[in-house]
């Protein structure tokens, strides 16, 4: 994992002040091929993720807590990676001739009590995500997700002073509207079995926790930059540090919640009476957890290489996959309002990366430097 150098660079571009360094940096940061690996990594979780929670309750899983747990626990996937990068700088400090004095972790204290931190919100956004899903069809509960890049923006606007143009406030403009239109359409789409009151709860629940997501995108990237200030380089391996931790407190969150509700012991009889048999149950559970990792992980890298409010708009614009996927293999209805919001979901998408193609293609004609307090308050 030989990306240590590539970051410090660009975290220097980051906390530079000549107009010489920045407006490259910002030019290139969609070509930056981790970027790409990180989307990819986002596309996938956002993908496969919602569905296969959502075919956990349709096949018969009842355990909301349990549901709550999947998303986080992944965690230890990371240690694999880590566990090389580790390697790969002990064997380059040897090889320079200095004592094998290579630290196991990278974070600081600092570091480590806030990534903790944001991972109880994690905890208890999964939380309102699972009980919200488990009222909700995918394709409703991911049209309603798409709001947090409205409450992105504002949280972005508050902790790291995000800029902002009349396209991005029209991209939140075109989401809050869409997500208004589903509100006023309630009740349309109810699964089977759903009473009008979960209906309503799901739906408030899955608004909530899209907020919630909304304000932990901008903490993470204030985190990072503050360590960046105080430190001067934030590398990948010290964001895969950031997610290891933050899945492990979100999990533990998650956990003690289900020793409350005595769903630990019930996993077993859930697992024989499963649609998809025993075998089935386990693999559906163990897929959940490693596909929501690939979509923390890429969330936390594209805030890395590019900004919440970018990791933001990733989000949304992958609704578009979700959307088809549920109704190709859950058959879930998809009524006129739906495709209205969903119209005006890719809409917003469309006008906001438009126009941070404009200012990227205008930043390097202007005379004014880019301010480095942008991710460094």
């Known amino acids: 994992m030989e990306v240590e150098a590539?970051?410090?660079?660009?975290?220097?571009?980051k906390n530079a002040s000549s107009k010489q360094c920045c407006p490259s940096a910002a030019a290139t940061a969609f070509r930056n091929p981790l970027l790409v690996v990180n989307f990819i990594l986002m596309v996938v979780g956002s993908a496969c993720g919602p569905l296969l929670l959502r075919a956990y309750f349709l096949r018969g899983g009842r355990r909301k807590g349990l549901s709550t747990l999947l998303p986080p626990a992944g965690w230890p996937l990371l240690l694999?990676?880590?566990?090389?990068?580790?390697?790969?700088?002990?064997?380059?400090?040897?090889?320079?001739?200095?004592?094998?004095?290579?630290?196991l972790f990278l974070m600081t204290p600092r570091l480590l009590a806030a990534s903790a931190t944001v991972g109880l919100m994690t905890g208890l956004d999964d939380l309102l995500y699972a009980y919200g899903l488990a009222y909700l069809p995918v394709s409703t509960s991911s049209i309603l997700i798409s709001t947090q890049l409205a409450f992105t923006a504002a949280f972005a606007l508050l902790l790291v002073r995000q800029r902002f143009t009349a396209f991005s406030v029209n991209a939140v403009v075109l989401?809050?509207?869409?997500?208004?239109?589903?509100?006023?359409n309630t009740g349309g789409d109810r699964p089977a079995g759903v009473s009008r009151a979960q209906y309503y709860a799901g739906f408030a629940m899955t608004l909530g926790a899209a907020a919630l997501y909304g304000l932990v995108l901008p903490v993470m990237e204030l985190s990072q930059a503050r360590h960046a200030a105080a430190r001067g380089a934030v590398t990948y391996t010290l964001v895969m540090e950031m997610q290891l931790v933050i899945g492990f407190v979100a999990t533990a969150f998650s956990a003690v919640g289900m020793l409350v509700n005595n769903d630990f012991h019930a996993i077993p009889g859930e697992a024989q009476g499963f649609g998809l048999g025993q075998a089935g149950y386990y693999l559906l559970l163990a897929g959940s957890a490693a596909m929501y990792q690939c979509f923390f992980l890429g969330t936390i890298g594209a805030i890395f290489y590019g900004s919440a409010l970018l990791a933001g708009v990733i989000m949304t614009v992958l609704i578009p996959v979700t959307e088809v996927l549920a109704v190709m293999f859950f058959h879930e209805p998809f009524n006129g309002t739906k495709g209205v919001a969903l119209a005006l979901s890719l809409w917003g998408f469309v006008s906001y990366f438009y126009g941070e193609v404009r200012a990227k293609a205008a930043r390097p004609h202007s005379g004014e430097a880019p301010k480095p307090d942008h991710l460094d308050p």
């Open 6 to 13: 590539a970051t410090q660079r660009r975290q220097s571009c």
């Open 80 to 103: 694999v990676p880590l566990c090389f990068s580790y390697c790969s700088r002990r064997r380059r400090e040897e090889e320079d001739g200095g004592a094998a004095t290579t630290p």
């Open 175 to 184: 989401l809050s509207v869409g997500a208004a239109m589903l509100g006023m």
